[in-house]
Structures are given as structure tokens and as C-alpha cells.
């Protein structure tokens, strides 16, 4: 079986999930990311992303004995995406790109001799990770790897391992879940310091006849060059 299904997220659904989940990092909703990050706009939730596709499960849902998610690139808020569904015996396969780039892959694992999951477990348990990830020492935190797989009778844990200096691990499992969750890990400071280094130069505008094209423009250091630029009122643009 195969179905594509066309999808945005819009600000007001992450504005919900932010409520929901009390997922405070910036990097969802803050409209001054491009000061201190190369994004230009708010990156979706990884566990908005995957609420939503467990929803479009429908009837397969109640068997999900696994799921597997790899956050390749950043989905971004108002990004039109392409979802591809396949469907072999028990196992569902999820891509998410935007027609270009593979964004992200979910594999969900079904037992369909059994039917365990409760009403809303599975939204509670990424709301939780969502939650404990976001707010991480109140750095930028970026989700790449989410792995859920149904147990019984787990006991109750939650624990950070440092991997290096910026990749870090989340562990956490319920009664029923255990899950592991791989993010990167960002000071918010060090973004915003280095944002600000460049001097400020005097520059002879009569010099300066034509127009400045800024290579990479759109991210990093050529978007903070451009910004600059812009500030002293050069004709400048910047190639996509």
C-alpha cells in the first residue's frame, strides 16, 4: 500500500503543542532565530511531527509495538511538505520531504496480534519528550533520532547521557514504554556572541558603484554579512 498526502504545519499548531507539551525552546517560535541560528524561520516540532503522523495511522495505531523516527533536516513552519506512506505486512514507512530534500523517516513496527496501546499514551509519552528535550538546560536543542518501543512492566526512569560535547541522549520509559532520544545541544549565548563579531568597519561607499552579492546569504556567516551590509545601507543581495 502507498498514499501521499500533502502537509504544512502552521504557527498556530505549534503554538498549541507549545501549550500542550510546555516545550519552551526558541527555536519553535522565536522571530528573532535568524539573530543567533542559520534558520530563517521556526523549525517544527520533531514530536508535533510524529503525534501527527501516529494520528494518521487511524485503525493501525492500536498495534504500534515500535517506532523508529530519524530526523534528517529541519522542517520548517509553513514548509509545504510531501508525506509518503508504504505499508508492508506490519511495518509502515513514513518519509516527509519537500519534494526535494528528505526531511524525515518513521517506521512504525505493528502487532497485530495484539491490541495495547490506550486512548492518547502515545501523545502523552512524545509531549513528555518533547518537554524534558526542549527545555534542557534552556539551550537550543535540536531532536535527530526518537526511538519508541512498547515493554511490559518497565520501571519508571529519566536520565541524560552527555555523548560529547554536543550531541547528547535522553532516556525515559513509563510502565510501558521505553524510549530513547538523540539531540543536539546548543548555548544560545555562544550563537548570539559570535553573531555579534563583526567589527565595524568603515567602509568608502563612493567606492562601491555596483551591487554586492553575498554567497550563502541565506545562512551562517554570509547571512549575518548581508544583515550587516543591509544595516549600513549597501545594494547588496544574497544568492538562495
Known amino acids: ?43 517544527v516540532y520533531a514530536a508535533l511531527m510524529l503525534k ?34 508504504f505499508k508492508n505486512k506490519n511495518i509502515i514507512t513514513i518519509e516527509i520531504s519537500n519534494g526535494l530534500v528528505l526531511k524525515a523517516k518513521i517506521r512504525f513496527l505493528l ?5 495495547f496501546i490506550k486512548k492518547n499514551e502515545v501523545d502523552e509519552l512524545v509531549s513528555k519528550i518533547s518537554k524534558s528535550v526542549g527545555n534542557y538546560k534552556k539551550k537550543i536543542n535540536l531532536i535527530s533520532f526518537i526511538n519508541i518501543t512498547r515493554v511490559i512492566n518497565e520501571t519508571n526512569r529519566n536520565k541524560f547521557i552527555i555523548k560529547n560535547k554536543r550531541l547528547i ?3 525515559y520509559s513509563t510502565k510501558s514504554f521505553t524510549t530513547t532520544t538523540n539531540f543536539m545541544s546548543f548555548d544560545k549565548k555562544i550563537f548570539e556572541k559570535d553573531s555579534k563579531k563583526i567589527p565595524e568597519y568603515k567602509i ?11 554567497i550563502g546569504g541565506t545562512s551562517g556567516l554570509g547571512l549575518i554579512l548581508f544583515n550587516f551590509l543591509k544595516k549600513k545601507k549597501y545594494a547588496c543581495y544574497k544568492n538562495i
Not at 527555536?27 to 524561520?41: M, R, V
Not at 485503525?59 to 523516527?69: A, G, L, P, W
Not at 568608502?204 to 553575498?214: A, G, R, T, V, Y
Open 1 to 43: 500500500m502507498k498514499k501521499i498526502i500533502y502537509k504544512k504545519f502552521t504557527k498556530s499548531e505549534l503554538n498549541s503543542f507549545r501549550k500542550i507539551s510546555k516545550d519552551q525552546n526558541p527555536i519553535h517560535f522565536d522571530k528573532k532565530l535568524y539573530k543567533y541560528s542559520s534558520f530563517k524561520n521556526p523549525v
Open 52 to 85: 501527527y503522523l501516529y494520528k494518521m495511522l487511524e485503525s493501525d495505531k492500536k498495534f504500534v509495538s515500535q517506532i523508529d523516527s530519524i530526523f534528517i533536516k529541519p522542517v520548517f513552519v509553513d514548509e509545504n511538505l510531501k508525506i509518503k506512506f
Open 111 to 115: 502487532d497485530l496480534k495484539s491490541s
Open 169 to 171: 541522549q535522553f532516556y
Open 204 to 214: 568608502n561607499k563612493s567606492k562601491i558603484k555596483k551591487k554586492i552579492l553575498i
